[in-house]
Protein backbone atom coordinates (compact mmCIF):
# COMPACT_ATOMS: atom_id res chain seq x y z
CA UNK A 1 0.00 0.00 0.00
CA UNK A 2 1.28 3.74 -0.82
CA UNK A 3 1.82 6.22 1.41
CA UNK A 4 -1.65 7.72 0.21
CA UNK A 5 -5.04 5.93 -0.19
CA UNK A 6 -6.26 6.05 -3.24
CA UNK A 7 -10.47 6.05 -3.29
CA UNK A 8 -13.05 4.92 -6.19
CA UNK A 9 -16.14 6.90 -5.16
CA UNK A 10 -19.44 5.06 -6.23
CA UNK A 11 -22.38 7.00 -5.81
CA UNK A 12 -22.47 11.52 -5.70
CA UNK A 13 -25.49 12.28 -3.51
CA UNK A 14 -25.43 14.37 -0.44
CA UNK A 15 -23.08 11.75 1.61
CA UNK A 16 -21.04 11.01 -0.80
CA UNK A 17 -20.61 14.24 -2.77
CA UNK A 18 -20.91 16.50 0.20
CA UNK A 19 -19.45 14.72 3.32
CA UNK A 20 -17.28 11.61 2.18
CA UNK A 21 -15.42 13.11 -0.76
CA UNK A 22 -14.39 16.27 1.26
CA UNK A 23 -12.30 14.50 3.21
CA UNK A 24 -9.71 14.27 0.20
CA UNK A 25 -9.45 18.17 0.63
CA UNK A 26 -9.12 17.89 4.40
CA UNK A 27 -6.54 15.02 4.31
CA UNK A 28 -5.22 15.64 0.98
CA UNK A 29 -1.60 14.07 2.51
CA UNK A 30 -3.72 10.59 2.63
CA UNK A 31 -6.49 10.20 0.04
CA UNK A 32 -7.16 11.01 -3.15
CA UNK A 33 -9.83 10.30 -5.22
CA UNK A 34 -9.63 9.15 -8.85
CA UNK A 35 -12.51 7.14 -9.97
CA UNK A 36 -16.07 8.55 -9.84
CA UNK A 37 -19.42 7.25 -10.61
CA UNK A 38 -23.36 8.60 -10.38
CA UNK A 39 -26.36 8.15 -12.93
CA UNK A 40 -26.81 12.09 -12.49
CA UNK A 41 -24.17 13.54 -15.58
CA UNK A 42 -24.42 16.62 -13.85
CA UNK A 43 -22.84 15.91 -10.25
CA UNK A 44 -20.06 13.23 -11.94
CA UNK A 45 -19.33 16.77 -13.89
CA UNK A 46 -19.26 19.14 -10.70
CA UNK A 47 -17.37 16.70 -8.92
CA UNK A 48 -14.61 15.96 -11.70
CA UNK A 49 -13.79 19.38 -11.64
CA UNK A 50 -13.59 20.03 -7.95
CA UNK A 51 -10.98 16.48 -7.70
CA UNK A 52 -9.52 16.67 -11.35
CA UNK A 53 -10.79 13.22 -11.80
CA UNK A 54 -10.24 12.57 -15.79
CA UNK A 55 -13.04 11.78 -17.87
CA UNK A 56 -11.78 8.31 -18.35
CA UNK A 57 -11.96 7.60 -14.63
CA UNK A 58 -15.86 9.11 -14.48
CA UNK A 59 -18.56 6.84 -14.91
CA UNK A 60 -22.48 6.37 -15.20
CA UNK A 61 -23.23 4.07 -12.82
CA UNK A 62 -21.39 1.81 -10.20
CA UNK A 63 -22.34 -0.90 -12.12
CA UNK A 64 -19.90 0.70 -15.02
CA UNK A 65 -16.81 1.24 -12.48
CA UNK A 66 -17.07 -1.94 -11.14
CA UNK A 67 -16.73 -3.60 -14.57
CA UNK A 68 -13.22 -2.57 -14.78
CA UNK A 69 -10.37 -4.40 -12.97
CA UNK A 70 -9.91 -2.80 -9.19
CA UNK A 71 -8.90 1.24 -9.81
CA UNK A 72 -8.01 2.21 -6.01
CA UNK A 73 -7.35 1.06 -2.66
CA UNK A 74 -10.51 1.18 -1.83
CA UNK A 75 -14.13 1.94 -2.33
CA UNK A 76 -16.19 4.56 -0.66
CA UNK A 77 -19.98 3.05 -1.52
CA UNK A 78 -22.66 5.38 -1.34
CA UNK A 79 -25.33 4.56 -3.38
CA UNK A 80 -28.87 3.50 -2.09
CA UNK A 81 -29.91 1.25 0.51
CA UNK A 82 -30.99 -1.26 -1.72
CA UNK A 83 -27.81 -1.49 -4.10
CA UNK A 84 -25.10 -1.56 -1.37
CA UNK A 85 -24.78 -5.22 -1.41
CA UNK A 86 -24.82 -5.50 -5.17
CA UNK A 87 -21.89 -3.09 -5.60
CA UNK A 88 -20.04 -4.10 -2.39
CA UNK A 89 -19.79 -8.26 -3.30
CA UNK A 90 -18.08 -7.42 -6.81
CA UNK A 91 -15.71 -4.97 -5.33
CA UNK A 92 -14.54 -7.14 -2.41
CA UNK A 93 -14.19 -9.96 -5.69
CA UNK A 94 -11.89 -7.34 -6.93
CA UNK A 95 -9.50 -6.59 -4.04
CA UNK A 96 -11.41 -3.32 -3.05
CA UNK A 97 -11.40 -2.31 0.82
CA UNK A 98 -14.65 -0.69 1.87
CA UNK A 99 -16.09 2.15 3.66
CA UNK A 100 -20.06 1.25 3.21
CA UNK A 101 -22.63 3.72 3.86
CA UNK A 102 -25.03 2.33 6.00
CA UNK A 103 -27.65 0.33 6.17
CA UNK A 104 -25.57 -2.35 4.93
CA UNK A 105 -28.99 -4.26 3.82
CA UNK A 106 -32.78 -4.72 4.60
CA UNK A 107 -32.08 -8.11 3.25
CA UNK A 108 -30.91 -10.47 5.82
CA UNK A 109 -29.65 -12.81 3.25
CA UNK A 110 -27.63 -9.54 1.86
CA UNK A 111 -26.30 -8.81 5.37
CA UNK A 112 -25.04 -12.46 6.26
CA UNK A 113 -23.66 -12.95 2.69
CA UNK A 114 -21.20 -9.73 2.82
CA UNK A 115 -19.65 -11.04 5.97
CA UNK A 116 -19.11 -14.34 4.63
CA UNK A 117 -17.75 -12.48 1.37
CA UNK A 118 -15.64 -9.89 3.10
CA UNK A 119 -13.67 -12.51 5.16
CA UNK A 120 -13.20 -14.94 2.10
CA UNK A 121 -11.97 -11.99 0.46
CA UNK A 122 -9.75 -10.83 3.52
CA UNK A 123 -11.10 -7.13 2.91
CA UNK A 124 -11.41 -4.48 5.54
CA UNK A 125 -14.89 -3.11 5.64
CA UNK A 126 -16.43 0.08 7.62
CA UNK A 127 -19.88 1.05 8.11
CA UNK A 128 -20.75 4.68 8.53
CA UNK A 129 -21.97 4.25 11.90
CA UNK A 130 -20.75 7.27 12.44
CA UNK A 131 -22.35 8.92 15.94
CA UNK A 132 -19.61 6.27 17.69
CA UNK A 133 -16.67 8.63 16.06
CA UNK A 134 -18.19 11.97 17.66
CA UNK A 135 -16.41 13.44 20.57
CA UNK A 136 -19.67 13.59 22.79
CA UNK A 137 -20.63 9.53 22.60
CA UNK A 138 -16.96 8.43 22.97
CA UNK A 139 -16.95 10.98 25.96
CA UNK A 140 -19.74 8.77 27.07
CA UNK A 141 -18.33 5.70 26.30
CA UNK A 142 -14.97 6.76 28.66
CA UNK A 143 -17.41 7.38 31.55
CA UNK A 144 -19.43 4.17 31.11
CA UNK A 145 -16.14 2.16 30.65
CA UNK A 146 -14.61 3.21 34.04
CA UNK A 147 -17.63 2.05 35.79
CA UNK A 148 -18.45 5.37 37.62
CA UNK A 149 -22.07 4.57 37.38
CA UNK A 150 -21.90 0.97 37.98
CA UNK A 151 -23.15 -1.33 36.07
CA UNK A 152 -25.98 -0.24 33.39
CA UNK A 153 -29.56 -1.80 34.38
CA UNK A 154 -31.68 0.24 32.03
CA UNK A 155 -31.37 2.98 29.42
CA UNK A 156 -34.28 4.91 27.67
CA UNK A 157 -33.05 6.60 24.45
CA UNK A 158 -35.10 9.31 22.47
CA UNK A 159 -34.32 10.38 18.28
CA UNK A 160 -36.18 13.18 17.54
CA UNK A 161 -35.88 13.44 13.81
CA UNK A 162 -37.60 16.57 13.10
CA UNK A 163 -40.94 17.54 11.46
CA UNK A 164 -39.02 19.28 8.30
CA UNK A 165 -36.57 16.45 8.28
CA UNK A 166 -39.49 14.14 8.68
CA UNK A 167 -40.85 15.40 5.68
CA UNK A 168 -37.73 16.06 3.62
CA UNK A 169 -36.10 12.54 3.59
CA UNK A 170 -38.90 10.39 4.48
CA UNK A 171 -41.95 11.68 2.96
CA UNK A 172 -40.97 13.32 -0.16
CA UNK A 173 -37.49 12.03 -0.23
CA UNK A 174 -35.68 8.88 -0.94
CA UNK A 175 -36.53 6.86 1.94
CA UNK A 176 -40.25 7.15 2.03
CA UNK A 177 -41.06 3.84 0.74
CA UNK A 178 -39.53 0.28 2.15
CA UNK A 179 -39.97 -1.37 -0.87
CA UNK A 180 -38.15 0.89 -2.19
CA UNK A 181 -34.95 1.66 0.17
CA UNK A 182 -35.36 0.38 4.06
CA UNK A 183 -37.85 0.03 7.06
CA UNK A 184 -37.60 3.46 8.98
CA UNK A 185 -36.22 1.78 11.97
CA UNK A 186 -33.35 0.54 9.76
CA UNK A 187 -32.22 3.60 7.62
CA UNK A 188 -32.24 5.87 10.23
CA UNK A 189 -32.31 4.41 13.88
CA UNK A 190 -29.65 1.61 12.95
CA UNK A 191 -27.19 4.43 14.21
CA UNK A 192 -29.17 4.07 17.61
CA UNK A 193 -29.30 0.22 17.55
CA UNK A 194 -25.53 0.42 16.71
CA UNK A 195 -24.55 3.54 19.26
CA UNK A 196 -26.41 2.25 22.69
CA UNK A 197 -25.15 -1.42 22.74
CA UNK A 198 -21.72 -0.11 21.92
CA UNK A 199 -21.74 2.38 24.61
CA UNK A 200 -23.55 0.11 27.48
CA UNK A 201 -21.11 -2.99 26.10
CA UNK A 202 -24.61 -4.79 25.98
CA UNK A 203 -25.75 -7.62 23.15
CA UNK A 204 -29.64 -7.53 22.39
CA UNK A 205 -31.46 -11.12 22.88
CA UNK A 206 -35.00 -9.81 21.94
CA UNK A 207 -37.30 -7.01 20.97
CA UNK A 208 -40.82 -6.39 20.70
CA UNK A 209 -41.99 -3.16 18.80
CA UNK A 210 -44.74 -0.84 17.80
CA UNK A 211 -45.29 1.94 15.14
CA UNK A 212 -47.33 3.32 12.45
CA UNK A 213 -48.17 6.13 9.57
CA UNK A 214 -49.75 8.30 11.73
CA UNK A 215 -49.84 11.43 10.07
CA UNK A 216 -48.79 11.43 6.48
CA UNK A 217 -51.48 9.84 5.06
CA UNK A 218 -54.48 10.63 2.57
CA UNK A 219 -56.82 10.69 4.99
CA UNK A 220 -55.56 13.53 6.96
CA UNK A 221 -55.24 15.37 3.85
CA UNK A 222 -56.33 18.99 4.87
CA UNK A 223 -59.65 20.44 2.94
CA UNK A 224 -58.57 22.01 -0.31
CA UNK A 225 -55.45 21.06 -0.37
CA UNK A 226 -53.67 20.32 -3.93
CA UNK A 227 -50.78 17.34 -4.73
CA UNK A 228 -48.29 19.67 -5.15
CA UNK A 229 -47.93 22.95 -2.88
CA UNK A 230 -47.37 25.07 -5.46
CA UNK A 231 -50.74 23.73 -7.66
CA UNK A 232 -53.16 26.35 -6.00
CA UNK A 233 -53.35 24.80 -2.38
CA UNK A 234 -55.82 26.04 -0.62
CA UNK A 235 -53.94 24.90 3.14
CA UNK A 236 -50.77 26.59 1.82
CA UNK A 237 -50.67 29.73 4.40
CA UNK A 238 -51.56 27.28 7.47
CA UNK A 239 -49.68 23.59 6.62
CA UNK A 240 -46.33 23.42 8.39
CA UNK A 241 -45.04 21.25 5.69
CA UNK A 242 -45.51 23.85 2.70
CA UNK A 243 -42.29 23.12 0.84
CA UNK A 244 -42.09 26.65 -0.04
CA UNK A 245 -42.14 27.68 3.36
CA UNK A 246 -39.32 25.10 4.07
CA UNK A 247 -37.24 24.96 1.54
CA UNK A 248 -37.10 29.18 1.10
CA UNK A 249 -38.38 30.73 4.04
CA UNK A 250 -37.87 28.14 7.15
CA UNK A 251 -35.23 30.05 9.81
CA UNK A 252 -32.77 27.04 9.93
CA UNK A 253 -33.03 25.64 6.27
CA UNK A 254 -34.31 28.21 3.88
CA UNK A 255 -32.73 29.40 1.18
CA UNK A 256 -34.20 33.12 2.01
CA UNK A 257 -31.93 32.64 5.48
CA UNK A 258 -28.82 31.90 3.65
CA UNK A 259 -28.91 28.53 3.37
CA UNK A 260 -26.93 26.99 0.96
CA UNK A 261 -26.03 23.15 2.23
CA UNK A 262 -28.48 20.05 2.73
CA UNK A 263 -31.18 19.70 2.43
CA UNK A 264 -31.67 22.14 -0.18
CA UNK A 265 -28.76 20.66 -2.43
CA UNK A 266 -30.58 17.45 -2.59
CA UNK A 267 -32.94 19.23 -4.34
CA UNK A 268 -30.10 20.82 -6.79
CA UNK A 269 -26.68 20.44 -6.91
CA UNK A 270 -26.40 24.31 -6.85
CA UNK A 271 -28.85 26.09 -4.82
CA UNK A 272 -30.32 29.14 -6.17
CA UNK A 273 -33.81 30.75 -6.02
CA UNK A 274 -34.42 29.82 -8.95
CA UNK A 275 -33.44 26.24 -9.51
CA UNK A 276 -35.28 25.85 -5.81
CA UNK A 277 -38.09 27.23 -6.71
CA UNK A 278 -38.41 25.39 -9.92
CA UNK A 279 -37.73 21.89 -7.64
CA UNK A 280 -40.45 22.70 -5.70
CA UNK A 281 -42.59 22.96 -8.46
CA UNK A 282 -41.47 19.83 -10.64
CA UNK A 283 -39.74 17.49 -8.65
CA UNK A 284 -40.91 15.14 -5.36
CA UNK A 285 -40.25 17.68 -2.76
CA UNK A 286 -42.25 19.72 -4.08
CA UNK A 287 -45.22 17.42 -3.48
CA UNK A 288 -48.04 17.32 -0.57
CA UNK A 289 -46.80 15.30 1.98
CA UNK A 290 -50.20 13.25 2.51
CA UNK A 291 -50.21 12.46 -1.17
CA UNK A 292 -46.92 10.72 -1.88
CA UNK A 293 -46.37 6.80 -1.99
CA UNK A 294 -44.20 6.95 1.57
CA UNK A 295 -45.47 3.99 4.05
CA UNK A 296 -42.06 4.26 6.48
CA UNK A 297 -43.87 4.92 9.82
CA UNK A 298 -43.63 8.44 11.27
CA UNK A 299 -43.10 6.95 14.98
CA UNK A 300 -42.17 3.67 16.37
CA UNK A 301 -40.93 2.61 20.22
CA UNK A 302 -38.81 -0.50 20.61
CA UNK A 303 -37.99 -2.52 23.71
CA UNK A 304 -34.64 -4.46 24.19
CA UNK A 305 -34.10 -7.04 25.98
CA UNK A 306 -30.14 -7.40 26.53
CA UNK A 307 -28.68 -11.27 27.26
CA UNK A 308 -27.80 -9.80 30.68
CA UNK A 309 -30.99 -9.16 32.13
CA UNK A 310 -30.58 -5.41 31.19
CA UNK A 311 -33.01 -3.26 29.34
CA UNK A 312 -33.20 -0.27 26.95
CA UNK A 313 -36.38 1.29 25.56
CA UNK A 314 -36.27 3.42 22.22
CA UNK A 315 -38.35 5.74 20.56
CA UNK A 316 -38.23 7.31 17.36
CA UNK A 317 -40.75 9.96 16.15
CA UNK A 318 -40.74 11.90 13.04
CA UNK A 319 -43.04 14.95 14.64
CA UNK A 320 -40.56 16.52 17.08
CA UNK A 321 -39.59 20.02 16.63
CA UNK A 322 -35.64 19.13 16.95
CA UNK A 323 -33.25 16.97 15.91
CA UNK A 324 -31.45 15.20 18.76
CA UNK A 325 -30.73 12.25 20.17
CA UNK A 326 -31.55 12.21 24.08
CA UNK A 327 -30.61 8.55 26.35
CA UNK A 328 -30.60 8.47 30.05
CA UNK A 329 -28.11 5.15 30.89
CA UNK A 330 -29.10 3.98 34.81
CA UNK A 331 -26.73 2.37 36.72
CA UNK A 332 -26.43 0.98 39.65
CA UNK A 333 -24.18 3.66 41.15
CA UNK A 334 -25.55 6.62 39.32
CA UNK A 335 -27.11 7.73 36.56
CA UNK A 336 -25.85 9.53 32.93
CA UNK A 337 -27.83 11.85 30.85
CA UNK A 338 -26.73 12.52 27.33
CA UNK A 339 -28.14 14.72 24.67
CA UNK A 340 -26.58 15.81 21.11
CA UNK A 341 -28.99 18.22 19.80
CA UNK A 342 -28.16 18.45 15.74
CA UNK A 343 -24.63 20.23 15.40
CA UNK A 344 -25.73 23.38 17.62
CA UNK A 345 -22.99 22.77 20.65
CA UNK A 346 -24.42 24.57 22.76
CA UNK A 347 -27.52 22.36 23.14
CA UNK A 348 -25.37 19.16 23.90
CA UNK A 349 -24.77 18.03 27.08
CA UNK A 350 -23.56 14.98 29.21
CA UNK A 351 -24.54 14.95 32.56
CA UNK A 352 -23.72 12.30 35.48
CA UNK A 353 -26.00 12.31 38.95
CA UNK A 354 -23.99 9.93 41.45
CA UNK A 355 -26.09 7.85 44.13
CA UNK A 356 -23.83 9.51 47.34
CA UNK A 357 -24.60 11.15 50.34
CA UNK A 358 -23.94 14.46 48.50
CA UNK A 359 -25.98 14.11 45.31
CA UNK A 360 -22.98 14.59 43.69
CA UNK A 361 -24.13 16.09 40.29
CA UNK A 362 -21.21 16.91 37.36
CA UNK A 363 -21.32 18.59 33.92
CA UNK A 364 -18.81 17.48 31.36
CA UNK A 365 -18.03 20.66 29.18
CA UNK A 366 -18.91 19.25 25.88
CA UNK A 367 -17.25 22.17 23.71
CA UNK A 368 -14.34 21.14 25.34
CA UNK A 369 -13.85 17.57 23.57
CA UNK A 370 -13.44 18.89 20.12
CA UNK A 371 -12.78 21.79 17.74
CA UNK A 372 -15.58 20.21 15.37
CA UNK A 373 -18.87 19.23 15.68
CA UNK A 374 -19.60 19.32 11.87
CA UNK A 375 -21.45 16.39 10.00
CA UNK A 376 -23.04 14.35 12.47
CA UNK A 377 -21.58 16.37 15.88
CA UNK A 378 -17.78 15.45 13.86
CA UNK A 379 -18.26 12.36 13.45
CA UNK A 380 -17.89 12.17 9.78
CA UNK A 381 -14.53 12.74 9.39
CA UNK A 382 -13.43 10.93 12.35
CA UNK A 383 -14.80 7.96 11.04
CA UNK A 384 -13.29 8.67 7.31
CA UNK A 385 -9.71 9.73 8.80
CA UNK A 386 -9.45 6.24 11.20
CA UNK A 387 -10.21 4.29 8.05
CA UNK A 388 -7.95 5.75 6.01
CA UNK A 389 -5.02 5.83 9.35
CA UNK A 390 -5.68 1.62 9.51
CA UNK A 391 -5.39 1.27 5.55
CA UNK A 392 -2.03 3.27 5.50
CA UNK A 393 -1.29 1.03 8.54
CA UNK A 394 -0.95 4.27 11.17
CA UNK A 395 -3.65 2.85 13.27
CA UNK A 396 -4.23 -1.00 14.12
CA UNK A 397 -6.85 -3.05 12.20
CA UNK A 398 -8.81 -3.45 15.77
CA UNK A 399 -9.25 0.02 16.46
CA UNK A 400 -12.20 0.14 13.78
CA UNK A 401 -15.05 0.52 15.96
CA UNK A 402 -17.60 0.13 12.99
CA UNK A 403 -16.04 -2.90 11.34
CA UNK A 404 -18.78 -4.95 9.30
CA UNK A 405 -19.20 -7.72 12.10
CA UNK A 406 -19.62 -5.22 14.66
CA UNK A 407 -22.30 -3.23 12.64
CA UNK A 408 -24.68 -6.11 11.14
CA UNK A 409 -25.74 -6.50 15.24
CA UNK A 410 -27.36 -3.35 14.73
CA UNK A 411 -29.23 -4.25 11.69
CA UNK A 412 -30.14 -7.48 13.37
CA UNK A 413 -31.71 -5.89 15.85
CA UNK A 414 -33.25 -3.29 13.78
CA UNK A 415 -35.10 -6.01 11.21
CA UNK A 416 -36.00 -7.51 14.03
CA UNK A 417 -38.03 -4.59 15.69
CA UNK A 418 -39.68 -4.17 12.18
CA UNK A 419 -40.81 -7.99 12.15
CA UNK A 420 -42.21 -7.41 15.66
CA UNK A 421 -43.81 -4.15 14.21
CA UNK A 422 -45.32 -6.05 11.68
CA UNK A 423 -46.96 -8.51 14.11
CA UNK A 424 -48.47 -6.78 16.25
CA UNK A 425 -45.49 -6.58 18.72
CA UNK A 426 -45.25 -10.05 19.25
CA UNK A 427 -41.19 -10.70 20.91
CA UNK A 428 -38.76 -11.62 18.63
CA UNK A 429 -35.33 -13.19 19.46
CA UNK A 430 -32.31 -11.99 17.81
CA UNK A 431 -30.56 -15.69 17.17
CA UNK A 432 -33.26 -15.96 14.64
CA UNK A 433 -31.75 -12.91 12.38
CA UNK A 434 -28.24 -14.17 12.81
CA UNK A 435 -28.44 -17.30 11.13
Known amino acids: ?33 VAIADIDPVKVKMVAEEYGIPEERCYSSAEEMLKEDRLADVMFITTQDRQHVGHAIPALKKGYHLLLEKPISPDLDECREIVKVAKECDRKVVVCHV ?3 TPIYRKVKEILDSGK ?40 CCHDMDLY ?61 GRRIWPLDVLAPVPTEESIMDAIRTGRYGRCVYHCNNNVVDHQVVNLNMTDGSTMSFTMCGLSADIARY ?49 HG ?34 YCALAAEESRLHDGAVVEIDSMRS
Open 131 to 133: LRY
Open 197 to 257: LWLANKKCKSVSSYGSTYLFKEENAPEGCAKRCLDGCKAKDTCPFDAEAIYMDNKIVGYNN
Open 327 to 375: ARFYGTKGELIVNMNGDDIKKNVIEVNMFDKNITHEEIDVASLSDDFSG
Open 149 to 188: IGDVVSIMAVENVGWFHMAHSFVRGNWANSDETSPMILQK
Open 1 to 33: MSNKITVALAGLGSRGKDVYAKAAKLYPDKMQI
Open 378 to 411: GGDNVMVEEFIDILLGNREESASITSLEKSVESH
